[in-house]
């Protein structure tokens, strides 16, 4: 248990649903990250918020929508995916600033049918 | 740029053998470097870091690596693996960037273990 939650664990989704995927830490970290991990690719950095500020998009499909109301939460706003978008969804949070780590929550498994 | 190369996608060693996953990184500055791992459907959980001082860090679960900034590697390294240990392995490096970190992962190797 790193002190990151994320829910739903599994979510199968058709391409024209709207889904939600979120993430929850109670860790008092600054920064919180969503990464995308598909088999047989590097970890995918997709978006990165800095005290609830977006400071990272990395080219991301605008069919995933980052929210991030407080410093505790952070949501991935998901509509009209692609079955190429199946993947484990991970969120990690960090303490930011120098010598800090990364820590990441369970994940989502996301199928899109 | 930034980048972590994981030269090995899969490694076997038998239960009781020594092990070292090979990392090797990019990066202009100091690093700050990381392994986690990751079983089935998990997430990463961090095994040790690198951040100064002492090039031989000591992790969880009996994991050391060893920094050495002649050879832009972090080697991670167990003496005796146990069949437990049989998951994927990510090295990373870390770049503090204002005031959060971008962290920057390896494609990832996995490890099984013969009984």
């Known amino acids: 248990e790193t002190g990151v939650t994320q829910t739903p664990r599994h979510l199968v989704m058709g391409m024209t649903n709207k889904k939600s995927l979120k993430c929850e830490q109670h860790?008092?970290?600054?920064?919180m990250y969503w990464y995308k991990q598909s088999a047989k690719k590097p970890l995918e950095l997709m978006f990165v918020y800095s005290l609830e500020e977006r400071v990272e998009n990395n080219s991301v499909p605008s069919r995933f929508s980052p929210e991030c109301p407080n410093s505790s939460h952070l949501f991935l706003h998901l509509h009209t995916l692609q079955p190429e978008d199946s993947a484990l969804y991970l969120c990690?949070?960090?303490?930011?600033?120098?010598?800090?780590?990364?820590?990441f929550g369970q994940g989502t498994r996301l199928t899109v049918v | 740029a930034q980048s972590v190369t994981q030269p090995d996608i899969h490694i076997t060693v038998s239960e009781g053998a020594s092990l070292e996953l090979r990392c090797n990184y990019s990066y202009g500055a100091t690093p700050y470097l990381f392994w986690y791992v990751q079983s089935p459907g998990q997430g990463l959980q961090l095994l040790l870091k690198y951040f100064s001082g002492d090039t031989l860090v000591q992790g969880i679960k009996g994991f050391e690596a060893e920094f050495k900034r002649s050879q832009s590697s972090f080697n991670l390294r167990k003496p005796s693996v146990h069949w437990s240990d049989a998951a994927e392995y990510f090295c990373a490096v870390g770049r503090a960037i204002y005031n959060f970190n971008k962290f920057y992962f390896g494609s990832g190797t996995k490890l099984n273990v013969k009984p």
């Open positions: 990690a949070s960090s303490p930011g600033g120098a010598n800090t780590e990364a820590f």
């Open positions: 860790l008092g970290h600054n920064a």
